[in-house]
């Protein structure tokens, strides 16, 4: 199991991850009953805490799970659990069943600021969001989805999948991202009334352009739209920002990363310090 982990929480517990025990008959485990938040610690600062904690409230309201867990305890415990495994610049997740509140911290799984620099390629996913379940709108554990779709996108050399809505005509987001696209200086990207989880990281890219004078549209966004933008990016808890240089076989943009997306990563950066 440990897989990068070494002491995690779980119930009340600081522990050793191979000594971490999850009941069998959990209901997380058995129906994917929970939900669960994926963050990002920088210089050893939780990035966007409160906005992660008010979504994963959400979230178990929606499923009628009770948690316990004030803002400030959940707080504590994750920089107690950041010193123990002696990490500024990491990976966390929380996730909670009806009976496991279960919190893991490792290093980041790959170099976001790296991968800025020379940008992602996206591929179009078969599958659909349908605006009829709940799967797109709630992180819950019930996740097999993205995760078949990210591993198609890897073992084919893309980066994300991108999925569109159940008419074909309009993106939605991606496998484990949000989807921005920009035209002559105004930004772009899916609303929320569409199937699509609300991203915290997207969240706050909006408040910055927002902040910077930028113009920004929540709207429906045609696929065919893409191959016509001056620039896309996608954005999620780990990443931040990353510039989309390829969907499939087409590229999007010459400049990576363009203009506005730099202007946007470097506001970013700024918030993180």
Same mark, same amino acid.
């Given at each position: 199991?440990?897989?990068?982990?070494?002491?995690?929480?779980?119930n &009340?517990?600081?522990?050793?991850?191979?000594?971490?025990k999850?009941?069998?008959?959990?209901? =997380?485990?058995?129906? =994917?009953? &929970?939900?669960?938040?994926?963050?990002?610690?920088?210089? =050893?600062?939780?990035?966007?805490?409160?906005?992660?904690?008010?979504?994963?409230?959400?979230?178990?309201?929606f499923?009628?799970?009770?948690?316990?867990?004030?803002?400030?305890?959940?707080?504590?415990?994750?920089?107690?659990?950041?010193?123990?495994?002696?990490?500024?610049?990491?990976?966390?997740?929380?996730?909670?069943?009806?009976?496991?509140?279960?919190?893991?911290?490792?290093?980041?799984?790959?170099?976001?600021?790296?991968i800025f620099?020379?940008?992602?390629?996206?591929?179009?996913?078969?599958?659909?969001?349908?605006?009829?379940?709940?799967?797109?709108?709630?992180?819950?554990m019930? #996740?097999?989805?993205?995760?078949?779709?990210?591993?198609?996108?890897?073992?084919? =050399?893309?980066?994300?999948? @991108?999925?569109v809505?159940?008419? $074909?005509?309009?993106?939605?987001?991606?496998?484990?991202?949000?989807?921005?696209?920009?035209?002559?200086?105004? @930004?772009?990207?899916?609303?929320?009334?569409?199937? @699509?989880?609300? $991203?915290?990281?997207?969240?706050?890219?909006?408040?910055?352009?927002?902040?910077?004078?930028?113009?920004?549209?929540?709207?429906?966004?045609?696929?065919?739209i893409?191959?016509?933008?001056?620039?896309?990016?996608?954005?999620?808890?780990?990443? $931040?920002?990353?510039?989309?240089?390829?969907?499939?076989?087409?590229?999007?943009?010459?400049?990576?990363? &363009?203009?506005?997306?730099? @202007?946007? #990563?470097?506001?970013?950066?700024? #918030?993180?310090?």
């Amino acid at each position: 199991f440990s897989q990068g982990y070494k002491v995690v929480y779980i119930n &009340g517990k600081f522990l050793d991850a191979k000594d971490a025990k999850i009941s069998p008959l959990d209901r =997380g485990f058995l129906y =994917g009953e &929970g939900a669960f938040e994926t963050l990002r610690l920088y210089n =050893g600062n939780i990035i966007f805490l409160k906005k992660h904690y008010q979504r994963l409230l959400n979230t178990l309201a929606f499923l009628n799970i009770e948690f316990k867990l004030t803002f400030k305890k959940l707080e504590s415990i994750i920089y107690k659990l950041q010193r123990q495994n002696k990490l500024s610049h990491a990976y966390l997740r929380i996730s909670v069943s009806k009976s496991t509140i279960f919190i893991l911290i490792k290093k980041l799984p790959y170099n976001p600021e790296k991968i800025f620099e020379y940008g992602v390629s996206l591929r179009f996913s078969a599958l659909r969001r349908n605006p009829y379940s709940f799967v797109p709108f709630h992180k819950t554990m019930n #996740y097999i989805e993205n995760i078949n779709e990210k591993e198609k996108a890897v073992k084919r =050399g893309f980066f994300d999948s @991108l999925f569109v809505d159940i008419s $074909g005509n309009y993106i939605t987001e991606c496998a484990t991202s949000n989807i921005f696209v920009v035209k002559n200086e105004i @930004l772009y990207t899916p609303s929320v009334e569409l199937p @699509l989880l609300p $991203g915290v990281t997207r969240e706050s890219i909006i408040e910055l352009a927002r902040n910077l004078k930028i113009k920004v549209k929540e709207q429906k966004i045609k696929k065919n739209i893409l191959s016509k933008a001056d620039e896309i990016f996608i954005t999620n808890s780990i990443a $931040g920002i990353l510039p989309v240089k390829k969907i499939e076989n087409s590229f999007t943009t010459k400049s990576i990363p &363009g203009k506005l997306t730099k @202007l946007l #990563y470097q506001e970013y950066k700024k #918030y993180l310090s």
